[in-house]
């Protein structure tokens, strides 16, 4: 993709929203960020914590920018700062100061990555136990091994747009409608339920 994008003229912006949820690892997930940043000179990454380090609301991320030279990082800071001052003007403090300690802190940093870990290994059992639900509830008829090829928080079923908001209206399970669920919400308690609405609305609509 970066010799795709490179000899294309492309500009890079990565949108980091979740890393540690593909791999476990926070480290081995910024892999590519780090690849883009090495290999193309410029490159515009956000980066949020709201999710990896459960810190929704407080609007706790960053934005980097690599940039050719300084002259061209100063150019791009002052435009930044012309965006942001009508818009928040300051961020705030609180979420920045937890992220701070933490990162800085080795026994809260290791804590955090096997938290993540965890999670990590916690959604991907969810994945691995919906499939099996749903493959035992189809009974041959459909498979839904695909959803084992995606990995990370969230699982594409394929369902259109009506089939999002049948789940939605009849058995209030609640996805994106693009057909996208969030597998950090599915748990020992609802997975049951929320493969026979999806099998349901699969049969019927
Ligand atoms: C891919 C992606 N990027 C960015 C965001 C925004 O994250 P935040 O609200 O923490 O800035 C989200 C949030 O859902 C996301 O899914």
Known sequence: MIDIMKRRNLFAFLDCAYQGFASGSVEEDSRVVKLFAERMNQVMIALTFAKNMGLYGERIGALSVVCRSAQEADNVLTQLKRIIRPIY???????????????????????????????QMRISDMRS?????????????????????????????????????????????????????????????????????????????
């Open 129 to 205: 136990q919906l499939v099996r639900e749903l493959n035992r509830l189809s009974n041959g008829k459909y498979s839904w091994d695909f959803i084992l090829q995606q990995k990370g928080m969230y699982c594409f079923t394929g369902f259109t747009e009506q089939q999002s908001i049948q789940l939605r209206q009849e058995f209030a399970v609640y996805i994106a409608t693009d057909g996208r669920i969030n597998i950090a919400a599915i748990n020992d308690q609802n997975i049951k339920q929320i493969a026979n609405a999806i099998h349901s609305v699969k049969t019927n609509y």
């Open 89 to 119: 003007s300051h961020p705030p403090n609180w979420g920045a100061r937890l992220v701070t300690l933490l990162l800085n802190d080795h026994h809260l940093k290791t804590e955090w990555f096997n938290d993540v870990k965890n999670m």
